[in-house]
């Protein structure tokens, strides 16, 4: 099993910050196996808020760079340590691991290549559930920034096209 969850808060700080993209911030949960990594409650603690938009975007990045590769790292950005290894296992079958390693400077949120200094959890996934699932959250959360976003935006506009490069690449 694999799911990426989300829920969008109500955004009315940004309304009196002059922020003209709604959407971006609320809980994000990877679910993996039987493992979890993220939180995802039912009431909103703004101190658990991350951005869901990142964390889509380089779900995207991170699948198109399995098309050419066999593993790829996903930085927690807003932690020291914290990575997503996803790798290749066959064809039919791939690993999900939050691990720890140290984020050199000048790195990027998609690494080809991290040093690993601990590995927190790993599952075993199906990846002919794994592509959909990527799939069908990015858009789910690309119809609700529509709603939320009433204006053109250069971050939707962004993610449609790492969105419509994926569904290329896996003919959906």
Partial sequence: MFELKYKIFNDLDDDLEG????????????????SEYGFYLDKEVDVMSVSIYWWMRYFVE????????????????????????????????????KIEALKRE???????????????????????????????SCSDYLNDLRILNTKENVYIQELEELLKQLKKANEI
């Fill in 106 to 136: 000048g790195s990027s949120a998609v690494e080809s290549d991290v040093e690993i200094e601990k590995i927190d959890w790993e599952e075993k996934i199906d990846v002919r559930e794994y592509t959909p699932a990527i799939i069908k």
């Fill in 19 to 34: 922020n003209e993209f709604y959407g971006e911030n609320g809980y994000f949960q990877l679910l993996a196996g039987h």
């Fill in 62 to 97: 991170a699948t198109l760079k399995l098309e050419n590769m066999n593993v790829v790292y996903i930085s927690d950005i807003e932690t020291p340590k914290i990575w997503i290894e996803l790798t290749k296992v066959g064809s039919e079958k791939m690993t999900v691991r």
